[in-house]
């Protein structure tokens, strides 16, 4: 269980085509998290948005300081890149997500990491259970995919589609996202911890006031394609070779006792099996037998070779603010017990000496690794 100095947030918000959301995200983030007691930070990822997101973004990062951090793709590359992203350049203890239409509400974030620590678990689902949308086009559609990924993948949740989750940080950066997989988190995070540490919630949830839902009813088709992607991962991600075995094994059998029947009828009879259907039947199987068997092994080499190079990420990023300047958001009264010589532990000199020389914003601080490293050093690096 993390210590009470060992809880620094990152919370990652990717946005799509949401400029009218900007600022009101950005000041509800603010003022949810007024009373959390560690350093947070929010990493805001625009995913190839073509309406302003992108500007009003950096501006509110200049706005409120180094501890909003903007993370700007080249293109739309889709909602798990733009997670992927976030959760790559997050570097709290803790990492919670949420989307940018503020339909949940940030303030809800702090109970959430509270359960989390307090049921000992790695991941804290959302459930939204009054949710706030059509009943055809958001609720139905959501239903199928849930019951479905439930009884596909043995990982029961109401409700797999809430983006407000709380994360251990050591945990959700075992799993790398791909493709529209971002529905599947909880099913990912249970192939690298045990079942039992993935709960769930309920949270609040509101109706959305501004900018278009990017969701619909062709969602559903997707999600059971990639259904059996996420099986298939699951279960046989870093065996394949077990997978297409499993088949081509049976067929190889089945083709093996026929051809072996026919051997008996041409050499034991002396009959002719040339122009009899079974003898074809047998060579079918036979050759989908070794077709299986050998795609199952060059899987098993492509697998082992994935696992023995560096992994590749699928999206790009054409502008970002700079890591280097990123700082973290820490509330006044925890400032005040820095100070006083409280609530530093599990904290480095450098966060301390920071968050002490750089009272520049009301209410808050914002602590830049450059001036710590000025401080501390090379013992300085957040």
């Known amino acids: 269980m993390l210590e009470s100095g060992h809880r620094s947030l990152s919370l990652v918000i990717p946005l799509y085509q949401e400029r009218e959301n900007v600022a009101p995200l950005v000041a509800r983030v603010h003022e949810g998290l007024r009373g959390y007691d560690s350093p947070w930070e929010l990493i805001l990822v625009d995913d190839g948005s073509r309406d302003g997101t992108g500007q009003a973004l950096f501006e509110q990062a200049a706005r409120h300081g180094p501890h909003v951090r903007v993370i700007r793709f080249r293109r739309n590359f889709g909602q798990t890149a733009a997670m992927q992203a976030g959760f790559d350049a997050a570097r709290g203890d803790l990492i919670a997500s949420l989307d940018g239409d503020l339909q949940n509400d940030p303030a809800e974030i702090p109970r959430l990491i509270d359960e989390l620590l307090a049921r000992d678990l790695d991941l804290l689902q959302g459930w939204r259970r009054d949710r706030q949308d059509a009943w055809l086009l958001r609720k139905l559609p959501s239903r199928i995919a849930n019951g479905l990924i439930a009884r596909v993948t043995g990982v029961r949740l109401h409700d797999y589609g809430c983006s407000l989750k709380v994360y251990r940080a050591a945990v959700i950066k075992e799993v790398r996202l791909f493709g529209e997989m971002h529905r599947f988190i909880p099913v990912w995070v249970a192939g690298v911890t045990a079942p039992e540490r993935i709960g769930e919630t309920e949270v609040g949830h509101r109706a959305r006031v501004l900018g278009q839902s990017k969701y619909g009813l062709s969602r559903t088709f997707r999600v059971l394609i990639d259904l059996l992607v996420a099986f298939f991962f699951l279960r046989f991600g870093a065996r394949p070779g077990h997978f297409f075995g499993a088949i081509g ?134």
């Open 249 to 382: 094994l049976p067929f190889g059998l089945l083709g093996g006792l026929l051809m072996s029947w026919l051997a008996w009828v041409k050499f034991g009879l002396g009959e002719d099996i040339g122009d009899r259907p079974l003898f074809f039947v047998a060579i079918l199987c036979l050759v989908a037998s070794i077709q299986f068997l050998t795609t199952g092994v060059l899987a098993e080499i492509m697998t082992r070779t994935l696992f023995a190079t560096g992994e590749r990420t699928h999206h790009c990023i054409c502008r970002q603010t700079d890591p280097a300047a990123a700082g973290w958001k820490v509330e006044q009264r925890q400032q005040r017990d820095d100070q006083s010589g409280l609530g530093t532990e599990g904290l480095s000199r450098a966060e301390t000496e920071t968050r002490s020389a750089n009272p520049t914003h009301t209410g808050g601080v914002d602590a830049s690794p450059e001036r710590a490293r000025g401080q501390a050093g090379s013992e300085g690096h957040l």
